[in-house]
């Protein structure tokens, strides 16, 4: 039994060139949604609401991804600051300072936001901006290693498995 998706590539052949376009077009669509969901979560933020409908939908977005990239089996590294991370184990201790500046700089655009929007309501502004950035930059820095080294322990697992496969063919 075929999937709808299969029995529309059968109906309606196209070439590569046009496949390719068609794909951009739809990832702009969804980079264009992205957006317009995390700004319409900030603006009903700022205004003393709480954007619940988006932020399932940025969710929602966010699984769909992940579900489409498993079954397809796509293994990618992990971007960091725009580079790919190096997947070798003895580079651990460099992907480990990445995840740490880029947490720093999840922390201060939280601490920004926190300063301007007065979420907390501490009275004491210097000890607000003091614990945002350090509790921040903890969280942010373990959450950003726990996901980047599955995937890259994901990417080495297919990766030997791509070997093993080729090293059978000869």
Do not use: H
């Amino acid at each position: 039994m075929k999937t709808s998706a299969e029995q529309m590539v059968e109906r309606y052949k196209a070439d590569e060139r046009t496949a390719q376009v068609n794909e951009k077009g739809l990832a702009a669509c969804g980079v264009a949604a992205i957006f317009y969901v995390t700004f319409r979560i900030i603006y009903v933020g700022f205004r003393g609401g709480l954007a619940v409908p988006e932020l399932v939908l940025l969710f929602v977005m966010a699984a769909m991804m992940s579900l489409v990239k498993k079954k397809n089996n796509l293994q990618e590294l992990p971007v960091l600051f725009g580079r790919r991370l190096d997947p070798a184990p003895e580079a651990f201790p460099k992907r480990l300072l990445l995840y740490v500046l880029s947490a720093l700089r999840l922390s201060v655009a939280w601490t920004l936001l926190d300063v301007f929007g007065k979420v907390t309501g501490l009275d004491s502004m210097p000890l607000t901006v003091v614990m945002d950035l350090t509790l921040g930059t903890l969280v942010f820095a373990l959450i950003d290693m726990l996901i980047n080294e599955k995937q890259i322990r994901a990417y080495r697992r297919e990766q030997a498995r791509l070997d093993a496969e080729e090293n059978r063919l000869y």
